[in-house]
């Protein structure tokens, strides 16, 4: 059974740093591509960010680039997500997603952390 588990979140100031970590367990994360979403509230979940299966190639929401960076570490089964100089319209629950390489969806999905960035 595949598991995803976010960390990292917590309340920042506006211009402040944090880094989210998803940890896969049950199968090694290298199987994946690996995606990060967000959900703020009365809002839909929208696509952050999402790095490839040998992490040749990454892919931002435009609201996030050069901001955030997606990366990948095989031998940890873990995948991150560096945000900087966040604002407060960033404040949302981080979700983890892992995608097999031949879906066209997000299989397995994490709990969610919590960012909030105050102004």
């Known amino acids: 059974q595949v598991q995803l588990v976010e960390s990292g979140g917590g309340l920042v100031q506006a211009g402040d740093s944090l880094r989210l970590s998803c940890t896969v367990s049950g199968r090694t994360s290298s199987s994946f591509t690996m995606g990060w979403f967000r959900q703020a509230p009365g809002k839909e979940r929208e696509f952050v960010a999402a790095?490839?299966?040998?992490?040749?190639?990454?892919s931002y929401t435009d609201s996030v680039k050069g901001r955030f960076t997606i990366s990948r570490d095989t031998a940890k089964n873990t995948v991150y997500l560096q945000m900087n100089s966040l604002k407060p319209e960033d404040t949302a629950v981080y979700y983890c997603a892992a995608k097999w390489i031949t879906s066209q969806t997000y299989n397995y999905w994490g709990q969610g952390t919590q960012v909030t960035v105050s102004s």
């Open positions: 790095i490839s299966k040998n992490a040749g190639s990454t």
